[in-house]
Nanobody
Framework: QVQLVESGGGLVQAGGSLRLSCAAS????????MGWFRQAPGKEREFVAA????????DYADSVKGRFTISRDNAKNTVDLQMNSLKPEDTAVYYC?????????????????WGQGTQVTVSS
């Protein structure tokens, strides 16, 4: 069982930056693939980024590639999402997620554990 708690959301102007953090419980954090998803009002939850348990590889949605960076600290049981050059279309509730394996990470249905979400609002 893994419990996830996100923090760091807020209101920012377009072009600004935010850093989201997710703290995970449990002693086997490094065995989990970690990811971030987001959900805007009236839309389905969509993949943002994922990182392997070792941190050796990452994947990003095309819409955030080059602007967002996912990282993890296995000693602290945390995973972060650095978001730069934010756009109004990045406005959503952002969710931290955890799972085993690294197949089909873009599919929300393949993830096992979810945080409660944190709101990110980007004003134009």
């Amino acid at each position: 069982q893994v419990q996830l708690v996100e923090s760091g959301g807020g209101l920012v102007q377009a072009g600004g930056s935010l850093r989201l953090s997710c703290a995970a419980s449990g002693r086997t954090f490094s065995s989990y693939t970690m990811g971030w998803f987001r959900q805007a009002p009236g839309k389905e939850r969509e993949f943002v980024a994922a990182i392997r348990g070792s941190g050796s590889s990452t994947d990003y949605a095309d819409s955030v590639k080059g602007r967002f960076t996912i990282s993890r600290d296995n000693a602290k049981n945390t995973v972060d999402l650095q978001m730069n050059s934010l756009k109004p279309e990045d406005t959503a509730v952002y969710y931290c997620a955890a799972r085993g394996g690294y197949v089909a990470v873009v599919l929300a249905s393949t993830w096992d554990y979810w945080g409660q979400g944190t709101q990110v609002t980007v004003s134009s």
